[in-house]
């Protein structure tokens, strides 16, 4: 698939989360995607976060349709978030914590805080933020797959490439 093409499909698929994208049709999506957010961050922060909410959906759906052309379940593209999520939150719940132990103490001590608070905070986090690399990483080599060339429980396979 050309890069007009897929830019095309992209546009004409806006929504749709149902069959393939080839590995074409998702790169040159993506290469589009990044010169227009980088054209768009130069000219200005409104304009860019325009672009940006106009080709988040085609972008999911491309993504989605992606993971099914390697027979996978679009639910794939959540699970980064997910951990990466509870990363955060526990993270935000140690500060709260170490915040709270340095309001009770008399004196100001980080260390003091840092060993009052629940340690498995951290230890959490640490995971969740490691599962969501290993997770980001795991979705990026599903697109960097060649495409199933039979026919899977998401539908045929794309048309052949063409330039």
Known sequence: MSFVNAIKSGFRNY???KGRA????FWWWTL?????????????DTVNSIAS?????????VNVRRLHDTNRRGTWLIWPLITLVVGIVSFVLFAVAASLDLAKSSEWDLENAVQGAPVAFVVVGGVALLATLVLGLLN???TLMKSDP????FGPPPPPRSL
Not at 53 to 61: D, E, Q, R, V
Not at 150 to 153: C, L, S, V, W
Request: no cysteine; net charge negative.
């Open 150 to 153: 039979e026919m899977n429980r």
């Open 15 to 17: 929504v749709t989360f």
């Open 22 to 25: 080839s590995r074409s049709e």
């Open 32 to 44: 589009f995607a990044v010169l227009v957010q980088s054209a768009t961050s130069i000219i200005d």
């Open 53 to 61: 909410l106009a080709l988040l959906l085609p972008g999911i759906a």
């Open 140 to 142: 990026l080599s599903f």
